[in-house]
């Protein structure tokens, strides 16, 4: 029974590139988190998605980051024209339902800009 | 604004003590909590959880402790093993539109010494 899947783990982007991570949920999960983690900080909370509908980004920036979520395949969280203060952890996480509160988190990946 | 925050950032204890740590909460609001665990280069693990109808749930060498009348969590881990050397975070969920955006603290590093 796979858990959330996450990749790549480690990403380094020049600055002005894009950056693309991808979130798999576990099985049976159709509720996807996103969350961004500096060095010794907790989680900041990004957006929330359903399959194909995004619910909550509150937390996402305005510019340059986006995210979805399709019928088919993983979750996508795409950075565009990456600076260095987007060098960060970002952790995706997966429910079952909307009303569970408990999320199930991935590994996690680890995006320096250089 | 609302938040989440820790009362200590680092705990070092001995092999075999056990270890308290402290998170007080902001938002009165907030109907669920939960402890999760960090390690090292990896995405946080649920620990437990407990409701805010609850002042104490146990589980497995673990206690959480709630008293909202001064909004104060705990976890106590009994017997603390080098295994659970880790960041402690804890989160509230406050449920909106019938889902739930977790708000996490900073954390807390446990370092257990053999």
């Known amino acids: 029974n796979a858990g959330v899947m996450q990749n790549p783990r480690h990403l380094v982007r020049r600055r002005g590139q894009e950056a693309r991570l991808r979130c798999s949920p576990m099985k049976g999960h159709s509720h996807v988190y996103w969350y961004r983690q500096l060095p010794e900080e907790g989680l900041k909370f990004m957006v929330y998605?359903?399959?194909?509908?995004?619910?909550?980004e509150s937390g996402m920036p305005k510019e340059r980051f986006s995210a979805e979520f399709p019928k088919e395949g993983p979750s996508i969280l795409r950075i565009q024209q990456v600076v260095r203060g987007d060098s960060a952890a970002y952790f995706c996480a997966s429910s079952p339902t909307q009303t569970a509160p408990e999320q199930y988190f991935g590994p996690g990946t680890r995006l320096t800009v250089t | 604004g609302e938040s989440v925050g820790l009362h200590l950032p680092t705990l070092s204890v001995q092999e075999g003590d056990n270890s308290i740590i402290n998170c007080a909460y902001s938002n009165s609001a907030s109907d669920y909590f939960i402890w999760y665990k960090q390690e090292s280069g990896k995405g946080p693990q649920f620990i437990i959880d407990i409701r805010s109808n609850m002042d104490k749930r146990q589980g497995q060498r673990v206690t959480v402790l709630l008293n909202k009348t001064v909004k104060h969590l705990s976890l106590q881990i009994a017997a603390t093993q080098p295994g659970d050397s880790a960041v402690y975070f804890c989160?509230?969920?406050?449920?909106?539109?019938?889902?739930?955006?977790?708000?996490f603290g900073r954390g807390t590093s446990l370092i257990v010494h053999p």
């Open positions: 989160a509230e969920n406050t449920s909106s539109g019938g889902s739930y955006i977790p708000t």
């Open positions: 998605l359903q399959k194909e509908n995004i619910i909550d």
